[in-house]
């Protein structure tokens, strides 16, 4: 008889796909195991093609409702990698045993607030793994999945572009103070000696123009053009990533990419920085040291709360595009 286990993590991108582990070991140590995971809508496409899930279910009702609706299927266990309101809600009322991760709040709120820094050097993978350990499961060190889909395809303009090496640079984020200014990424890209290929949304396609027009014919702009699968398909034939502390980084640590990425109001001391387990993968870390006001938020704001944006405004450029080059 199969021990049915529900996974909870409701978002997002990057936050996702750092659960991975936790449903390969699972799955891999857990013979017995039946795997379920429930996420919001928009993000069940990332969990749809992962062989170590049973079923993917989404927040498609109101939580009474789908907390009702998955009481009846008859989980064993619950492993809450979101550790919010509404999923003690869902533990409440599904009332079977139930491990949840450490957010460490009290930690970040001292660093962000206080300067203070509390916090155990323990990446975010590690603490969700931690949620196995009655069940003797442990990290395999073989880090992040991401499966795409064997029916994704790209049109022949990408796969001509993608075609010979190239560096992804992934310009987007969720949030203003987690992104270069347009201006750095332009100065990033024009010393940057091979073959450029921005990714982004819809929202970071009017920024790529920006870009290369003032960056030269080695930079070419594919944000708002391509889906995640897609942009993720890009990832894993570059050379390189250049990204911001985005889901995009998290792919591309998937692929066990070399990664450069660039940090501004978040810090890698909270613990989500490329994640490859026992990889030994070559990445570096850009961010601006001593700065008093840094970090100013656990996720992120729509404007620097200074005016100065100094954790992004006084980035390293050269130093950036000499890590690119060093192929």
Same mark, same amino acid.
Request: overall charge positive; aromatic content about 8%; glycine content about 6%.
């Given at each position: 008889?199969?021990?049915?286990?529900?996974?909870?993590?409701?978002?997002?991108?990057?936050?996702?796909?750092?659960?991975?582990?936790?449903?390969? $070991?699972?799955?891999?140590?857990?013979?017995?195991?039946?795997?379920?995971?429930?996420?919001?809508?928009?993000?069940?496409?990332?969990?749809?093609? =992962?062989?170590?899930?049973?079923?993917?279910?989404?927040?498609?009702?109101?939580?009474?409702?789908?907390?009702?609706?998955?009481?009846?299927?008859?989980?064993?266990?619950?492993?809450?990698?979101?550790?919010?309101?509404?999923?003690?809600?869902?533990?409440?009322?599904?009332?079977?045993? &139930?491990?949840?991760?450490?957010?460490?709040?009290?930690?970040?709120?001292?660093?962000?607030?206080?300067?203070?820094?509390?916090?155990?050097?323990?990446?975010? +993978?590690?603490?969700?793994?931690?949620?196995?350990? @009655?069940?003797?499961?442990?990290?395999?060190?073989?880090?992040?999945?991401?499966?795409?889909?064997?029916? +994704?395809?790209? &049109?022949?303009?990408?796969?001509?572009?993608? @075609?010979?090496?190239?560096?992804?640079?992934?310009?987007?984020?969720?949030?203003?103070?987690?992104?270069?200014?347009?201006?750095?990424?332009?100065?990033?890209?024009?010393?940057?000696?091979?073959?450029?290929?921005?990714?982004?949304?819809?929202?970071?396609? =009017?920024?790529?123009?920006?870009?290369?027009?003032?960056?030269? &014919?080695?930079?070419?702009?594919?944000?708002?053009?391509? @889906?995640?699968?897609?942009?993720?398909?890009?990832?894993?034939?570059?050379?390189?990533?250049?990204?911001?502390?985005?889901?995009?980084?998290?792919?591309?640590?998937? #692929?066990?990419?070399?990664?450069?990425?660039?940090?501004?109001?978040?810090?890698?001391? #909270?613990?989500?920085?490329?994640?490859?387990?026992?990889?030994?993968?070559?990445?570096?870390? #850009?961010?601006?040291?001593?700065?008093?006001?840094?970090?100013? @938020?656990?996720?992120?704001? =729509?404007?620097?709360?200074?005016?100065?944006?100094? $954790?992004?405004?006084?980035?390293?450029?050269?130093?950036?595009?000499?890590?690119?080059?060093?192929?």
């Amino acid at each position: 008889m199969q021990t049915k286990f529900l996974i909870l993590r409701f978002s997002s991108i990057g936050d996702i796909v750092l659960t991975t582990p936790v449903l390969r $070991c699972l799955k891999l140590q857990y013979p017995n195991a039946e795997i379920h995971y429930l996420t919001k809508p928009a993000f069940e496409n990332i969990l749809a093609n =992962n062989p170590y899930i049973t079923k993917v279910h989404v927040l498609d009702k109101t939580l009474l409702q789908k907390t009702m609706e998955l009481k009846h299927l008859g989980f064993d266990y619950i492993i809450d990698l979101h550790n919010n309101l509404r999923t003690r809600i869902i533990k409440s009322v599904l009332n079977v045993p &139930s491990f949840s991760f450490d957010k460490l709040n009290t930690e970040k709120a001292q660093l962000v607030n206080l300067k203070s820094n509390t916090l155990p050097q323990v990446h975010i +993978v590690n603490r969700y793994l931690d949620t196995l350990e @009655s069940f003797g499961v442990t990290n395999d060190g073989q880090g992040l999945d991401y499966f795409i889909p064997d029916d +994704v395809t790209l &049109s022949d303009e990408v796969k001509q572009l993608t @075609s010979k090496p190239y560096i992804a640079v992934a310009i987007g984020a969720q949030y203003s103070t987690k992104r270069l200014p347009t201006q750095k990424l332009i100065e990033v890209c024009k010393q940057i000696n091979t073959k450029v290929i921005l990714l982004g949304g819809k929202e970071d396609e =009017n920024t790529g123009n920006e870009i290369i027009e003032k960056s030269g &014919s080695h930079v070419i702009n594919l944000s708002g053009k391509l @889906s995640l699968h897609q942009s993720a398909w890009v990832v894993k034939q570059a050379q390189k990533v250049i990204t911001h502390d985005t889901g995009l980084m998290h792919i591309a640590a998937a #692929f066990k990419k070399p990664i450069i990425s660039i940090w501004g109001n978040t810090v890698p001391d #909270f613990g989500m920085t490329p994640y490859y387990g026992n990889y030994n993968i070559t990445n570096k870390v #850009f961010e601006v040291p001593h700065l008093a006001c840094r970090p100013c @938020s656990k996720i992120g704001f =729509n404007a620097c709360p200074k005016a100065h944006f100094n $954790c992004m405004n006084l980035q390293d450029n050269s130093g950036i595009a000499a890590a690119a080059n060093e192929l």
